[in-house]
């Protein structure tokens, strides 16, 4: 079985692991199956993920990841694009500049001039917690001159040890209201992660599970994707949510915790 796993909110909450579901990853791999995780997030570099995801007590592989930040350097590269203007951070700048592409933070850019010097084709936006207002206006003012605006995600809010925070897609919104023009959004709840990952290891959609805790973006792409999934409320959702959920949001199975996620999977497992 493949068990494709989103991280935030489900391995870990921000610096700090979920509690058991690290090392059931481990010893559901130890078991058979392919653990590939499936992630929106775009601020960490390829080493800090696996410092972060070891650190939780699972298993991690450089081809066992599949990176929304990975998927935005495709789509620029797609587009003919190659200088690429990055509200985000210097983990977004890494992804995109492995493939390739010039891309720049906008704290490195010191005004506009610089901005029209340079001349950026595309934009993108991740989660930052050092750019501003400053860096929004050169962003949108890059996307009125032309530049495509891609961006990873749409995600609402991201889960800290304390609570939610605003997340990538508080920033996405605030851009396209000041540049008058919609983002790319190449991250889930569109399939293409999930089916990059079943590509990856060779599996069909009856041997693949999506893990995940925001029915609007993990469990919308599973149903895209056309694969079962689990709903883990360990992050972003809770049981109140279910009840209402529209359709293209509703998950195969709910576990409250890693216990009841461990018992779903054995279950799986006979079936």
Not at 147 to 154: I, Q
Not at 156 to 182: D, Q
């Amino acid at each position: 079985m493949l068990l494709c796993v989103d991280l935030d909110g489900v391995v870990y909450r921000g610096s700090e692991p979920v509690p058991g579901v690290g090392p059931l990853l481990t010893a559901r791999r130890a078991a058979g199956d392919q653990i590939v995780y499936v992630t929106n997030n775009s601020f960490l570099r390829l080493d800090e993920y696996r410092a972060h995801i070891e650190s939780c007590g699972a298993p991690f592989s450089e081809e066992g990841i599949v990176t929304a930040a990975a998927a935005v350097a495709e789509r620029f590269l797609a587009e003919g694009r190659s200088r690429v203007l990055v509200f985000g951070a210097a983990g977004l700048v890494a992804w995109l500049s492995a493939r390739g592409l010039d891309a720049r933070r906008a704290t490195t850019i010191p005004d506009e001039a610089a901005l029209v010097a340079w001349a950026p084709d595309g934009v993108t936006v991740g989660l930052d917690r050092e750019s501003g207002a400053r860096e929004l206006a050169l962003a949108a003012a890059a996307v009125r001159a032309g530049a495509l605006l891609v961006a990873p995600n749409r995600d609402a809010t991201y889960p800290e040890p304390t609570g939610l925070i605003p997340g990538t897609g508080a920033t996405v919104a605030a851009l396209e209201a000041a540049a008058g023009v919609l983002a790319v959004v190449v991250g889930k709840p569109a399939p293409h992660l999930i089916t990059t990952a079943m590509h990856r290891v060779g599996a069909t959609t009856a041997t693949t599970v999506m893990i995940g805790d925001s029915p609007a973006t993990d469990i919308a792409a599973a149903n895209a994707a056309g694969v079962r999934s689990i709903l883990l409320l360990t992050g972003v959702s809770n049981a109140d949510d279910i009840a209402t959920l529209p359709v293209s949001e509703r998950p195969t199975f709910v576990a409250p915790d890693a216990a009841a996620l461990d018992a779903l999977l054995s279950d799986l497992d006979r079936t």
